[in-house]
């Protein structure tokens, strides 16, 4: 009965595409286990979204994605054990679980001297070293490694800083980010120098040139493929997302990656021909606004689908946007290109943020996929041990509420009926990325329930 | 023939039926155990014995709060948050934020000049926001929970109680109490954290009024007091505060009923049978 209740309720996938990347992680997983016994390549610590991915692969090194096995070990609901382990080393809860999971699990491996018993998806090998980069948002990803090798003192770290200009109103960054540039350039040179060291091999600038091209293909037909959910109904929604993050966040610059994109976009074109939506029938359209999901409750997606609610878009994960239409210069350098490409990345809302007063570019990218992807509501999760995303989140709910009210309504001051405009429902969940004990699911079903009696409420008061 | 409408609002704590005709004919509030479905019978035969009517008589019931999915007999289920609305729309036309300060959990909800939902807010990680607070300090201080609003208006000190968390608040409250302050400035004091703690929720919402506390909160004096100021504006309170949730149900049930009607769709109605459930 214990097991029963441990185990999740499996998520039901709308695409054939998302219901194939389980397989995949587990895959991957194990590859680097295998990699590790038979030492023919290089292990590297590392996270997500640093644009480093060509370089690592050049260079033959196996990436081990630390957040994703923690997001495993969540999502499988097993991560309580590695969570109590850190805390047991004297580190408090309200830290990022993810880095508290993967320090936990490295520090039982270590003392085992093998895999903790019943590693999820046979565990997380040993590195060889480990790169690690905060960029400007994320400390627990300068820190982390720093913990974990304590109990690993012979595994080398390489930290990368990783900046890009901040949004300033009154500035087009483009008049500083030449600097910035100069500085990444410098930071990924000294990755490959550490690399070439590590591994006693020598950077292939025509392999790392046809990486970033295949890189570069593969963000843009990211883009187009997920730009077919804007369908009504949308064939795919922010649950299967949450699978199909996978090839864009741990096997980019990869064939298989690309491969996936084409497969799923010749899938989504097939639903929508076909008029098949992620819900039957779909009477609400909802935009995942942010915070990284509750790995352990993904079923919850479900949960709004049998509701009628759809999620045609989010901004977690997303990390790509249409490379023709970022404004960088053009090189022939590979590295100057992925720095460029950083830069434009982040940089990729600033020019419509400052044309809206008010605005800002995260919110100006939430005011973007209301509009493009005819969203009826925004849900957001505050997990609490994400303290990069938590404050964020509120305040752009908070501004967007503020400057965007997109909505006519009648209401009646002093007997009087008048029309006016009100912004966008909205509902926040609260829980965390993996530490289930902060969750609970009749709380956030009961939240879900009275979000969808707003909205069918507000549509009713509409006033067009 | 005369229509009846019934709400049973099945909270955390309390559960409470409402019998509905032109008016309320009837309500009933019992406490809730934990076999949710035996106790909605109970209160529904007390509200039926209450409104002397037979359960065949009932045209239309809708079921709410936490515990809405155990009401076999129910027509239709409604989250608590709409009831809340509707309920308390009905007494306060003016009404644009409710609180409600319920046994578990604390929500804020602010509604059109319809009661209809606009926004809502809930507490329900923390006993610290909810009437379980109150109760466990009620305890600490050796008062029942109906003496601790009056008790706390004698306060003209309220103690400063730091611990955001009930159990270390309680603990706090037993060695201030060792130290001899006074029990009114303590529970002054634990209605002044506990109204702090709401405000801050109700707050995320944009305060509009005007403002009505509901659910337990609203029967304790000294917690209306201590979040009338906290919110710096006038609360106000219905006659039964308890009992908003049931009432909105049985007037959404009346609603939907009647617009069945108008568009000659009848609502399917669940068989009017009151058996006893045995959950275990």
């Given at each position: 009965m214990a097991e029963e209740q441990k185990k999740p309720k499996k998520r039901m996938t709308a695409t054939q595409a998302a219901a194939s990347i389980g397989p995949m992680v587990k895959e991957f997983i194990a590859g680097a286990v295998r990699a590790k016994a038979e030492g023919k390549q290089k292990l590297a610590y590392t996270f997500i979204v640093c644009h480093h991915e060509e370089i690592l692969r050049a260079l033959d090194v196996l990436p081990v994605w630390t957040e994703n096995f923690a997001g495993v070990c969540g999502a499988k609901r097993d991560s309580e054990r590695f969570l109590q382990r850190a805390e047991s080393l004297g580190l408090s809860r309200s830290l990022c679980t993810y880095a508290l999971c993967g320090i936990g699990f490295d520090q039982w491996r270590e003392e085992l001297g093998?895999?903790?018993?019943?590693?999820?998806?046979g565990g997380m090998p040993k590195p060889d070293f480990m790169i690690s980069t905060g960029q400007i948002l994320c400390d627990p990803r300068a820190k982390w490694y720093q913990a974990s090798q304590q109990y690993m003192p012979d595994v080398p770290i390489y930290n990368m800083d990783l900046p890009y200009p901040l949004f300033e109103k009154d500035q087009d960054h483009r008049d500083v980010w030449g600097y910035y540039h100069k500085y990444i350039v410098n930071e990924l040179r000294g990755l490959i120098k550490f690399l070439e060291e590590q591994t006693g091999k020598k950077m292939d600038y025509d392999r790392l040139r046809e990486l970033a091209d295949l890189s570069d293909r593969t963000w843009n037909l990211i883009h187009e493929t997920y730009e077919l959910r804007k369908a009504v109904p949308c064939p795919m929604g922010t649950g299967d997302a949450m699978n199909t993050m996978v090839p864009i966040?741990?096997?980019?610059?990869t064939q298989d990656s690309y491969n996936f994109f084409l497969n799923l976009n010749k899938e989504l074109k097939e639903k929508i021909a076909k008029g098949e939506g992620e819900v039957e029938n779909e009477k609400y359209r909802l935009l995942w606004g942010g915070g990284l999901p509750a790995w352990f409750a993904l079923n919850d997606f479900n949960y709004f689908n049998s509701k009628g609610a759809s999620f045609p878009a989010e901004t977690t994960y997303r990390m790509i946007a249409p490379l023709y239409e970022m404004d960088i210069p053009e090189t022939k350098d590979p590295v100057e290109h992925l720095a460029w490409r950083w830069l434009g990345y982040w940089t990729f809302w600033y020019d419509k943020a400052r044309k809206r007063p008010g605005s800002e570019p995260d919110v100006e990218r939430l005011i973007n996929f209301i509009e493009e992807y005819k969203i009826d509501g925004v849900v957001m999760h505050e997990a609490f041990s994400c303290r990069t995303w938590h404050v964020g989140l509120i305040w752009q709910l908070h501004q967007l509420g503020k400057i965007y009210k997109p909505i006519p309504v009648y209401v009646v001051t002093k007997g009087k009926k008048e029309k006016t405009y009100r912004e966008l429902p909205s509902l926040i969940l609260e829980s965390d990325i993996i530490d289930i004990t902060s969750y609970s699911e009749v709380d956030t079903r009961n939240k879900i329930d009275v979000f969808i009696e707003t909205l069918e409420s507000i549509r009713k008061n509409r006033a067009d | 023939m005369t229509e009846y409408f019934a709400g049973i609002d099945i909270g955390s704590t309390m559960t409470k039926a409402v019998i509905l005709e032109n008016g309320v004919i009837a309500s009933v509030i019992g406490p809730t155990g934990p076999e949710q479905r035996r106790l909605a019978n109970k209160v529904m035969e007390e509200a039926l014995r209450k409104a002397g009517l037979a359960f065949d008589a009932m045209t239309y019931i809708v079921s709410t709060g936490y515990g809405r999915i155990n009401v076999p007999f129910a027509d239709k289920q409604v989250t608590e948050i709409s009831c809340h609305a509707k309920g308390v729309s009905s007494l306060f036309?003016?009404?644009?934020t409710i609180v409600d300060i319920g046994g578990q959990d604390s929500k804020a909800i602010t509604i059109d000049a319809h009661g209809r939902v606009t926004n809502f807010i809930m507490n329900d990680k923390c006993a610290a926001g909810s009437g379980r607070f109150v109760e466990v300090i009620a305890d600490t201080v050796g008062l029942k929970l109906e003496q601790m609003g009056e008790v706390s208006l004698q306060s003209n000190h309220p103690a400063q109680i730091?611990?955001?968390c009930t159990i270390w608040a309680q603990q706090e409250v037993a060695s201030r109490l060792a130290e001899g302050v006074p029990i009114p400035d303590l529970i002054a004091g634990v209605h002044r954290s506990l109204a702090d703690r709401v405000a801050r929720m109700v707050k995320r919402l944009k305060l509009q009024k005007e403002v009505i506390l509901t659910g337990?909160?609203?029967?304790n004096k000294g917690l209306v007091k201590a979040l009338s100021e906290q919110l710096d504006c006038e609360i106000l309170v219905p006659p039964e505060p308890l009992i908003t949730g049931a009432l909105g149900a049985a007037l959404l049930g009346k609603e939907l009923y009647e617009k069945a009607l108008r568009k000659n769709q009848p609502q399917e109605k669940k068989p009017r049978v009151l058996e006893t459930v045995q959950i275990l």
């Open positions: 093998q895999m903790p018993p019943e590693a999820p998806w966040n741990f096997m980019m610059a | 036309p003016d009404a644009r730091s611990n955001i337990g909160g609203g029967k």
